[in-house]
C-alpha cells in the first residue's frame, strides 16, 4: 500500500487563522462536534505529536462529550475513543465547529 | 533460550494475554499503563520460548524520560540474537491509537529482521456489536499477519500459539522491507488513513460509556458519586480491614506466647519476644490494610471508574503541581504510606509521580494516630466551647491532621514551581477505558502478589533495622533499663539537638526508636517511664508527662515534628524500591527531618510567645 496522508503537523500561530469560527477545542460545550484545523505554536513539539498519536489530526472530527463543572478537564471524542483533556493541551487546539446540540 | 517480544500500547490487554500465553499473573487492569515493568514467562504451549512483556508506550518516539528507558529497551531487544519474533497488540476498537505504534513497531523490526504478528484484539467487542475488522485486508495493507484474538474470551489464543511456532519452526522472514525508510510523520499519516478505512464507524462502541459517564461525571451526581465511592475506600481502609489486623495481631500474641518460652537462653528470648514478634510484628499488622486497599484500588482501575475518579481530582491537585491520578496514592497515604506508594503506580508522568511520592510520607497516617492521641491528651485542655458543639481536643486532632496534608500540599506546589522542566513531562491527556465488570480472580491475586511484595522487599530492610535497634536498647545492661542501655546513651548524646525543642534525653530516645514506626514512640516513652503496655492504656503515660513540667509548646513541636518527619524505616524501604532511586528515599528522609525540626523549632518559639 503506498504510503500517503498527512505529512506534517499543521502549525498555526495563534492569530493565524482569523475567520470567526476559529476556536480553541477548550472552548465547546457538550454536544459540540468541531474539525480540527490545527496546533498552536506555543504547545509544545512533543506535545503536538503525542496528540495526533492519540487521533487528534487536523482534519479530524472531535465531539465534545462532557463538560464538567467547576474547569475540571473535559471529555472528547475522536473515533471510537474518549479522551479527557485539560485547558493546558486543549487551548491550544484550534478547531472550527460543525455543529452544536445548544 | 530464544524469546518472543509482547509489545502493544497501554491498555490494549497486554497484560491479559501475557497471563493467558504464559499462566503467570502479572497485574492486570483496565486503566492505561498499568505494565511497568518488563515480565518475563515461559509460553505454556511452548516450554522452550520465553515471552517478553514489555510496558505498554503510546509510540516509539518517547516523550519522557520514561518513556525513554522503554524504548531503548525495545531497541535493544531486537538486536538480541534470541529474540525471534514480535507480538504487537492492537485494541480493535480503537485503530487509531494503535496503529501508529504498530507501524513504527513493524518498520523497526524491518530494520532488524524480526518477523512481526500483529494481534488485534478485543474481537469479542467487536462481535458483540455485529462490528467486524477485515484482518486480511488489513493484514496485506500492514504486509503482515493479522489474528484476531480475544485475550479476554481466549478466542484466538490457540491460532497466535501456532503462528508463534510457525514462525520458529519455519524461520520465518519478515516480509519485503516497505517502511524501512519511513519517517515518523509518514507513518503517522498512514496510520490514520488505515484507522478510518478499518476502524469501526459511528460511535456505537461508546455509547455505553458516554451514557455511564453523564451520571459518573455529571457536575452534580458526579460529586455524589465520587464521594460515595471515597467514603467506601475510607471505610474499606479504616474498618473491613482492622479485623484481619486484629487477628494477625492476635494471632502473634500467640504465636509469641507459644515459641517465647521455648527459648533458653534469654537473650534469644528478648531478641525472639521484642525484636521478632514486636518489631516483625508491628510491620506484619499492616499486610492486611495493604490487601484490603489494593482489592479496592484494583476494582476501581478494573471498573473503569479510577480514570474518572482522576479526572474529577484533576483541577484543585494542578494548583500544586499533582495530577488528579495522585489522589488515590494520597488518599491511600491517609491509612498507610506504602499502599499510597504503591498505588502511585498508575501515574504514568514520572514528573508527577515524584511529586506524589513526596506528598504521600504527610498525609496523616494511621500510625501518627497514637502518637497524636498522647500528646494531645497531654497538653491540650479537654474542655468544649459553644455549648459542647466544639472540644478543643478534637479541633486539635483536626488541625494536626489537616496541618499534615496542608504541608504535602505545600511542598509538591513550591517544588513544581522552581523546578523549571514542566514542558518536558506528559501532559494530562487521559484516555478514559470502557466500563468493564472487574474479574474477581485477577483482583485478589494481585492483592495477594501486593502484599507478598510488602512483606519481601520491605521485611529485609525492617528487620535489619529493628536488629540494630533492639541491639542498642538491649546492651550493655540485657535490656534491664533503656536508660542505661546503648540507645539510653545516644538519646543523652543527641539530647542537646532536641534541648532547644525544651525536650530531654527521655524525648530523644523515643524519637529516635520511632524511625522504625511512629507508633513505637508511645511504647518508648512508657518504657521510660516504668509504665507497662502504654500503648493500650494511655492514661498513666499522659499523667507522667504531665507531671514532667514538659512546656506546651515542646508538646506542640512534637505534634509538628511527627506531622512532617519521614519516621518509618517500611516507607523508606518502599519508596527506595518502588522509585527505583534509594537516593531520593534518602534525600527525602533528610529533607523532611530538616524540614520537621525547622517547623517545629518555630511552633516552639511561637507558644513560648504567647504562653
Same mark, same amino acid.
Given at each position: ?48 505529536? $503525542?496528540?495526533?498519536?492519540?487521533? #487528534?489530526?487536523?482534519? @479530524?472530527? &472531535? +465531539?465534545?462529550?462532557?463538560? !464538567? ?7 472528547? $471524542?475522536?473515533?471510537?475513543?474518549? #479522551?479527557?483533556?485539560? @485547558?493546558? &493541551? +486543549?487551548?491550544?487546539?484550534? !478547531? ?7 | ?611
Amino acid at each position: 500500500m503506498p504510503l500517503s496522508g498527512p505529512q506534517a503537523p499543521i502549525d498555526c500561530g495563534k492569530d493565524g487563522i482569523s475567520t470567526p469560527m476559529n476556536l480553541s477545542l477548550w472552548s465547546l460545550k457538550a454536544g459540540d462536534r468541531c474539525e480540527i484545523l490545527g496546533y498552536d505554536q506555543v504547545l509544545p513539539e512533543n506535545y503536538r505529536t $503525542r496528540m495526533m498519536e492519540f487521533g #487528534f489530526h487536523p482534519g @479530524e472530527t &472531535v +465531539a465534545c462529550v462532557q463538560s !464538567v463543572a467547576f474547569g475540571a478537564p473535559k471529555v472528547y $471524542r475522536v473515533s471510537n475513543t474518549i #479522551f479527557s483533556l485539560d @485547558e493546558e &493541551v +486543549a487551548d491550544h487546539i484550534h !478547531v472550527r465547529l460543525i455543529d452544536t446540540d445548544a | 533460550m530464544p524469546k518472543t517480544i509482547l509489545i502493544g500500547s497501554p491498555n490494549s490487554g497486554k497484560s491479559l494475554l501475557f497471563n493467558r500465553l504464559t499462566g503467570l499473573h502479572h497485574k492486570v487492569a483496565n486503566f492505561p499503563g498499568i505494565t511497568v515493568d518488563v515480565g518475563i514467562g515461559k509460553m505454556r504451549a511452548l516450554p522452550e520460548m520465553d515471552l517478553v512483556d514489555f510496558p505498554g508506550t503510546y509510540s516509539l518516539q518517547a516523550i519522557s524520560a520514561e518513556e525513554k528507558v522503554a524504548v531503548e529497551h525495545f531497541q535493544r531487544a531486537l538486536q538480541d540474537p534470541d529474540v525471534e519474533q514480535v507480538l504487537c497488540l492492537i485494541d480493535a476498537t480503537r485503530l487509531e491509537k494503535s496503529l501508529y505504534f504498530t507501524l513504527q513497531v513493524i518498520r523497526d523490526c524491518e530494520r532488524h529482521s524480526k518477523p512481526v504478528t500483529v494481534l488485534a484484539n478485543l474481537i469479542d467487542v467487536l462481535d458483540n456489536h455485529d462490528l467486524s475488522l477485515d484482518v486480511a485486508e488489513l493484514g496485506a495493507a500492514l504486509h503482515t499477519s493479522v489474528l484476531p484474538i480475544s485475550a479476554r474470551t481466549g478466542k484466538g489464543i490457540e491460532a497466535v500459539v501456532e503462528r508463534v511456532k510457525a514462525v520458529r519452526e519455519q524461520a520465518l522472514q519478515p516480509p519485503r522491507a516497505h517502511l524501512i525508510d519511513a519517517p515518523d510523520v509518514l507513518l503517522r499519516g498512514t496510520a490514520h488513513q488505515l484507522s478510518r478505512r478499518f476502524g469501526p464507524k459511528g460511535d456505537v462502541l461508546v455509547r455505553t460509556q458516554t451514557r455511564l459517564d453523564s451520571f459518573f461525571l455529571h457536575s452534580v451526581t458526579g460529586g455524589f458519586a465520587f464521594f460515595a465511592i471515597m467514603y467506601l475506600l475510607f471505610q474499606s481502609i479504616f474498618t473491613w480491614s482492622a479485623p484481619a489486623m486484629d487477628a494477625v495481631e492476635t494471632a502473634l500474641a500467640a504465636m509469641a506466647q507459644v515459641v517465647v518460652p521455648l527459648m533458653s537462653n534469654h537473650v534469644a528470648r528478648d531478641f525472639t519476644s521484642d525484636a521478632l514478634f514486636g518489631g516483625i510484628g508491628a510491620f506484619l499488622v499492616f499486610v492486611p490494610q495493604i490487601f484490603v486497599l489494593t482489592f479496592i484500588i484494583g476494582l476501581l482501575e478494573d471498573s473503569g471508574y479510577m480514570a474518572r475518579a482522576a479526572l474529577i481530582c484533576h483541577k484543585p491537585l494542578r494548583l500544586f503541581g499533582l495530577t488528579g491520578k495522585s489522589f488515590i496514592p494520597m488518599l491511600s497515604g491517609v491509612a498507610c504510606a506504602i499502599p499510597g506508594i504503591y498505588a502511585a503506580r498508575a501515574i504514568d508522568s514520572p514528573r508527577k509521580r515524584l511529586l506524589t511520592y513526596m506528598a504521600i510520607p504527610l498525609m496523616p497516617c494511621s500510625a501518627r494516630l497514637p502518637v497524636y492521641t498522647l500528646l494531645i491528651a497531654a497538653f491540650i485542655p479537654s474542655g468544649t466551647a459553644f455549648g459542647g458543639l466544639l472540644g478543643w481536643q478534637g479541633l486539635a486532632m483536626f488541625c494536626i491532621y489537616f496541618f499534615g496534608m496542608f504541608c504535602g500540599l505545600l511542598v509538591t506546589g513550591l517544588i513544581s514551581r522552581t523546578s523549571k522542566d514542566h514542558y518536558t513531562d506528559l501532559p494530562f491527556v487521559l484516555e478514559l477505558p470502557p466500563y468493564r465488570i472487574p474479574g474477581l480472580g485477577p483482583l485478589l491475586r494481585n492483592a495477594w502478589n501486593r502484599s507478598k511484595h510488602f512483606v519481601t522487599k520491605a521485611g529485609k530492610i525492617i528487620f535489619a533495622v529493628t536488629v540494630v535497634i533492639w541491639v542498642l536498647g538491649y546492651f550493655p545492661n540485657q535490656g534491664t533499663d533503656l536508660g542505661t542501655s546503648w540507645l539510653g546513651y545516644l538519646g543523652r548524646i543527641v539530647e542537646p539537638l532536641f534541648a532547644p525543642l525544651g525536650l530531654d534525653w527521655r524525648y530523644a530516645v523515643a524519637i529516635l526508636t520511632s524511625f522504625l514506626a511512629r507508633e513505637v514512640f508511645v511504647g518508648t516513652l512508657g518504657t521510660i517511664f516504668g509504665i507497662e503496655s502504654a500503648d493500650e492504656n494511655m492514661t498513666p503515660l499522659v499523667e507522667q508527662i504531665q507531671s514532667s513540667d514538659l512546656a506546651l509548646g515542646s508538646g506542640l513541636a512534637l505534634l509538628v515534628f511527627f506531622a512532617i518527619a519521614l519516621q518509618c524505616v517500611s516507607t523508606v524501604a518502599i519508596l527506595s524500591k518502588e522509585s527505583g532511586s534509594g537516593t531520593l528515599a534518602l534525600k527525602m528522609f533528610v529533607g523532611y527531618l530538616f524540614l520537621a525540626y525547622g517547623a517545629a523549632l518555630a511552633i516552639y518559639h511561637l507558644a513560648a510567645i504567647f504562653t
